[in-house]
């Protein structure tokens, strides 16, 4: 599992350790491992670090002071550097640090086109302008300026950020209007929250995480991210004496004449999952379809373990509709975990009386946010701190919601987040929420667990897994949704083979 902290609960990390003196070395330790990962990133792309243009950009902080001692370090080792100092100020014993170096020292009131030039010109730029102690966005000229830069910037320069891109909020993920972009951030002790929030998180690049010597408790981790070595233990699988029914029976209600197509989808990846049973309640279209490429589905109602209801049914399809509320009722009385989507929305006014996934993408939410809370925001609000809104809508249905997007953002009334990165843009094609609801649906009726903390998991679980599966249809180019569905059985089945043999243990045993 990936964790990441606020930069609150970073500070409040580090206040024994400064009060005790330890801040130089806390610096230097940060500096020593930005420099390297610096030198390393500069060998695998050029080839060598001596005689490399690396530019530091500093500001006036601490993360300024980590940017100009590795700038030091990398000196030393036969960079050619030169440090921009951006707010005029700069922490003042890593600037007397590289003047004895006779390191070349600019300030921002060159012109443009010279501050322009040295950030075109660099093999390498340093971005030490902000840290945990920054707002979103850029000042106005520094933005402007990175602005041109990132329009111009040349496709082989390395961008390293120090702990977090400059002009993103570490702790909302926020960015504001302009923000560094990094290939890679080095981030100090852990991750902060940033690094994995949309929108901040695309500005990250790949996160390397520096070990300073702070003990941040893994318990405490407030946005969490399921990785490929989690997938084995997490993902249900069967004890020898299981059957299909103790397995864990999904319900689906979803799809319609206008959309049968969304029923099929779901259908095939729950039983690709590894469902089970999946029982279809719906008209004989989609359920002959169903049939047709399922033939393990079961048509009709019975008992189950969870329901997944509202793919691809409209709010005019009445029987449908009535379907779900069926279905919703008899899951408030015997407290059955529900995954909802698309048509099952409309049918939610407050705080829900079972425990549910809600899979709404950023449209979907606004909607849900103006009818849960009064609240009106636009799709484009919601995309730039979705992380927030998510909280507004779980709280106010007291429910688990996914929020579909490139970065997927899993949020819960009380308990972590979750945000799963992209695994593949390939993945935006119609259907393939559809997909991620048949697979949310079997997790939700097999893993017999169903406390909103547990669903939230599963979810970041049945997201990841989606993922994988993508990169499993994709290959590196077009994918159908189809596809991944067939696919997620190889991706778990992929994942859970990788950690016996990482574990070398017997197969018995998984
Ligand atoms: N503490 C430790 O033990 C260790 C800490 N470490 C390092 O310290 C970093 C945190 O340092 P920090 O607290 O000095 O904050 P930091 O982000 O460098 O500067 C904040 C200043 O910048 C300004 N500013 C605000 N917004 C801005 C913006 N958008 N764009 C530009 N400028 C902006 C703002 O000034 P203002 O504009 O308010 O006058 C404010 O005063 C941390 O990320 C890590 O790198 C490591 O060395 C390991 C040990
Ligand atoms: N750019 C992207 N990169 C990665 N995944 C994406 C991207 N855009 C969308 N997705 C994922 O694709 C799925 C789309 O779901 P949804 O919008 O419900 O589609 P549909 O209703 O057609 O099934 C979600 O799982 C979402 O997270
Ligand atoms: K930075």
Known sequence: MR??????????????????????????????????????????????????????????????????FAACRLARRGAHVTVLLCAGRAHPAGLRAVRALNIDVRELDESDDDVLRFLLCAHLVIDGIAGTGARAGLPDRLGELVRRWRGRKPGRQLVVAVDVPSGVDAGTGQTGGSAIAADVTVTFAGLKTGLLIPPAARNAGRVEVVDIGLELADEQAVVLAVEASDVAALWPAPEPSDHKYSRGVLGLVAGSARYPGAAVLAADAAVSAGVGMLRYVGPDTPGGLIAQRSPEVVAGAGRVQAWAL????????????????????????????????????????????????????????????????????????IEADPARHAKSVAEAANAVVLLKGAHTVISQPAGPDYVQGPATAWLATAGSGDVLTGVLGALAATAGRKSLPQLAELAALGSFVHGQAALLASQGGPLRSLHVAAAVKYAVTELRVRAREEKNVGQWQL
């Open 3 to 68: 964790r990441a902290w606020t930069p609150d609960q970073v500070r409040a990390c580090e206040t024994p350790l400064l009060d005790a003196g330890q801040g130089d070395a806390l610096m230097s330790r940060a500096a020593a491992g930005l420099a390297n990962v610096c030198a390393t990133e500069l060998r695998e792309r050029y080839g060598h670090v001596y005689g490399s243009r690396v530019l530091a950009l500093v500001g006036k902080g601490n993360n300024g002071g980590d940017a100009l």
């Open 310 to 381: 509202g793919s691809g049914v409209a709010p005019d399809e009445e029987s449908q509709v009535d379907a779900i509320r069926a279905a919703l009722d008899e899951a408030i009385e015997t407290q059955l975990p529900c995954v909802l989507d698309a048509g099952a929305f409309d049918l939610i006014y407050g705080p829900l009386g079972m425990p549910a996934i809600l899979t709404p993408h950023a449209g979907e939410l606004a909607t849900l946010l103006g009818r849960l809370s009064g609240t009106i925001v636009s799709r484009e609000e």
